[in-house]
């Protein structure tokens, strides 16, 4: 198989597993907080375990200042797990899904006003088109509290998804899954006092999807992510990033019957395609944009490493 083809398929099969994640949120039957709580705790051992066999601890570049960095991604990084589920429950998988893919927008924003990054006339459209695709999407009307609590919620987790974009992008020479692995394993702690393990005790089944967010959702999902941004050049990997909100809304109408209506519908192809243009404008033209595993990490956070739920 080429070395791009397995790329590809990598990077789908991730997208794919991405779009499931909502379904595993929602069956698992827990509380936003305790579910991210688990997931980093489950997922913690996934990636030190992978880590650990490959022997990613040896010279792993984690200097004092990178950790701290790292560290500060991940509050970001947790919180933004946080909201996002919890916009699952206000609406629903599909919208809060479609909505939380406004993070490129974010980070245009954050970058003029954090570091004077001019935008141009080009983006200035695509962010007015996207505005407008988000406007349709939400199709909030008069007393509709649930889905104007959606939208804030979703609006909240990209909000938190680029700045720990931000934060993680200055960090260099540090394996991506090691950047993860300290992610995850600063929401342990900052969890903690949130987690409510009386009500975690009575989940019963729901137990194994809490575990299959961990080893799935935050162990394989991001290995296969890493290998594949290799492998791939950059404007595949912003065309196949779209594939989890594709199944996602697929994987929310057969579970639950939930879609858009078809005055929502019309706005997802604006904010996917100003997505897509905004996102490949910020890239430069390198086969390996985003977390790779080769030892460095100069883009370690990519938009769409987390865009990954």
């Known amino acids: 198989m080429r070395n791009e083809t397995r790329g590809t398929v990598e990077l789908t099969l991730a997208m794919v597993l991405s779009g499931t994640l909502g379904i ?5 039957g827990a509380s936003p907080f305790n579910v991210v709580f688990f997931r980093c705790l489950f997922g913690a051992a996934a990636l030190g375990a992978y880590s650990l066999v490959r022997g990613y601890f040896t010279g792993h570049g984690l200097t004092p200042g990178k950790f701290g960095l790292a560290a500060l991604g991940g509050v970001f990084i947790v919180f933004n ?4 589920f919890e916009a699952y429950e206000a609406t629903s998988i599909s919208f809060a899904t479609v909505v939380y893919h406004t993070q490129p927008f974010f980070l245009v924003v954050f970058g003029a006003v954090l570091f004077r ?11 007015a088109v996207a505005f407008a695709g ?5 199709g909030i009307r008069p007393g509709d509290t649930a889905s104007l609590k959606g939208l804030g919620l979703a609006l909240g987790a990209a909000v938190l998804y680029a700045l720990s974009t931000i934060v993680t992008k200055r960090i260099t020479g540090v394996r991506p899954h090691l950047i993860a692995l300290v992610q995850v394993l600063v929401g342990i702690p900052l969890l903690l006092p949130f987690a409510d393990f009386g009500a975690a005790s009575e989940l019963g ?6 575990v299959g967010l961990g080893i799935i959702h935050t ?7 890493y290998a594949a941004y290799t492998k791939l050049p950059t404007a595949k990997i912003a065309v196949l990033a779209f594939t989890y909100p594709a199944v996602a809304m697929g994987a929310d109408w057969v579970a639950y019957g939930h879609h858009i209506g078809l005055v929502q519908a019309l706005g997802v ?7 897509l243009k905004v996102t490949l404008a910020a890239r430069t033209p390198v086969a390996a944009p985003a977390p790779r595993t080769d030892g460095r990490a100069p883009e370690a956070a990519s938009p769409v490493a987390t865009r990954a739920g």
Do not use: D, N
């Not at 595993?24 to 698992?28: A, L, Q, R």
């Not at 089944?205 to 809490?210: D, F, R, S, T």
């Open 24 to 28: 595993f949120v929602v069956e698992s």
């Open 117 to 127: 990054e001019r935008i141009t006339a080009a983006k200035f459209g695509w962010l």
């Open 81 to 84: 797990w946080v909201l996002l």
């Open 269 to 275: 192809p604006l904010i996917v395609l100003a997505g």
């Open 219 to 225: 162990g394989l999902m991001y290995v296969l992510m």
């Open 205 to 210: 089944a729901g137990w194994g999807w809490l």
């Open 134 to 138: 988000l406007v349709l999407v939400s």
